[in-house]
């Protein structure tokens, strides 16, 4: 199995900053789009933000656009977020996804990370 594993979550204060960081692990001989998804308390997950292969095409919720931006390292299987002016409604566990290809044999699939905690509160 793939693995997927995110960090860089904790508390910050409302305008502070944040950088998440995902890393997939596991025999992957290729990858495709990677990104982030979040739920809060009592909601549903949702998109934040995704980064195709090339790392020239990004997409974002309109409520982390101008906010948010994502980078990625196809060398070490990873993405990043980074969070700026975080608000309050930013609070949430956020997830990793990786579309990765395991060999020759198989397609691409999405792998999940276990979530890491983002607060935001003064």
């Known amino acids: 199995q793939v693995q997927v594993v995110e960090s860089g979550g904790g508390l910050v204060q409302p305008g502070g900053s944040l950088r998440l960081s995902c890393a997939a692990s596991g025999s992957i001989v290729s990858s495709r789009a990677m990104g982030w998804f979040r739920q809060a308390p009592g909601k549903q997950r949702e998109f934040v933000i995704s980064i195709d292969r090339s790392g020239d095409n990004t997409y974002y919720a309109d409520s982390v656009k101008g906010r948010f931006a994502c980078s990625r390292d196809n060398a070490k299987n990873m993405v990043y977020l980074q969070m700026d002016s975080l608000k309050p409604e930013d609070t949430a566990v956020y997830y990793c996804?990786?579309?990765?290809?395991?060999?020759?044999?198989?397609?691409?699939?999405?792998?999940w990370g276990q979530g890491t905690q983002v607060t935001v509160s003064s």
């Open positions: 996804y990786a579309n990765v290809r395991r060999g020759i044999y198989y397609g691409y699939t999405a792998y």
